[in-house]
T-cell receptor, first 117, second 113 residues
Framework: NAGVMQNPRHLVRRRGQEARLRCSPMKGHSHVYWYRQLPEEGLKFMVY????????ESGMPKERFSAEFPKEGPSILRIQQVVRGDSAAYFCASSPARLAGNPYEQYFGPGTRLTVT | GQQLNQSPQSMFIQEGEDVSMNCTSSSIFNTWLWYKQDPGEGPVLLIA?????ELTSNGRLTAQFGITRKDSFLNISASIPSDVGIYFCAGQENTSGTYKYIFGTGTRLKVLA
């Protein structure tokens, strides 16, 4: 049973370019969460999505950042016009819906390390 | 954004020693999770706690959900070199409709053989 998959593992972008980070949840999981981690810090919640719906985006910057979780395919975190301050590790986690399992337990992917030059 | 206070920030211990760390918050939480993160990897779920006062074990790890619901504790018994890593607590606020977690600042554990 494959875990949460994220790609790419490492991404280098120049200032002003776009970054697209992908996350495939564990099989049977329909809830996806994105977190951001700066070096030597804890994880900061960004957004919580279910299939085709954004449930909570209270941690997402208002500009340049967007997320989606389409009916088919992986969840995408998109950062437009990246700046140096966007350099961080971005982690995706997934959990099942209440009827399919325990929605309180989140399982993380290996992360995407974004470097903006 | 809100963060949990986790202590100690870092600790060096001898192999075989027991380890204790804790997390405190000003908010009441419904659920506590404990994770371990190795360098360059994602956090791995260790233990989940759902009720005030609950004590749960996973091998040499034991975690407790504080009675006040504002804190949680993790103990590691008889530490071994592979226990090295960063341990994070995560608390879920008493907010319906979302499973958003607030993460602690981490405890960096180093084990001396």
């Amino acid at each position: 049973n494959a875990g949460v998959m994220q790609n790419p593992r490492h991404l280098v972008r120049r200032r002003g370019q776009e970054a697209r980070l992908r996350c495939s949840p564990m099989k049977g999981h329909s809830h996806v969460y994105w977190y951001r981690q700066l070096p030597e810090e804890g994880l900061k919640f960004m957004v919580y999505l279910q299939k085709e719906n954004i449930i909570d985006e209270s941690g997402m910057p208002k500009e340049r950042f967007s997320a989606e979780f389409p009916k088919e395919g992986p969840s995408i975190l998109r950062i437009q016009q990246v700046v140096r301050g966007d350099s961080a590790a971005y982690f995706c986690a997934s959990s099942p819906a209440r009827l399919a399992g325990n929605p309180y337990e989140q399982y993380f992917g290996p992360g995407t390390r974004l470097t903006v030059t | 954004g809100q963060q949990l206070n986790q202590s100690p920030q870092s600790m060096f211990i001898q192999e075989g020693e027991d380890v204790s760390m804790n997390c405190t918050s000003s908010s009441i939480f419904n659920t506590w999770l404990w994770y371990k993160q190795d360098p360059g990897e994602g956090p791995v779920l260790l233990i989940a706690l759902y009720k005030a006062g609950e004590l749960t074990s996973n091998g040499r790890l034991t975690a407790q959900f504080g009675i006040t619901r504002k804190d949680s504790f993790l103990n590691i018994s008889a530490s071994i070199p592979s226990d090295v890593g960063i341990y994070f607590c995560a608390g879920q606020e008493n907010t319906s409709g979302t499973y958003k977690y607030i993460f602690g600042t981490g405890t960096r554990l180093k084990v001396l053989a």
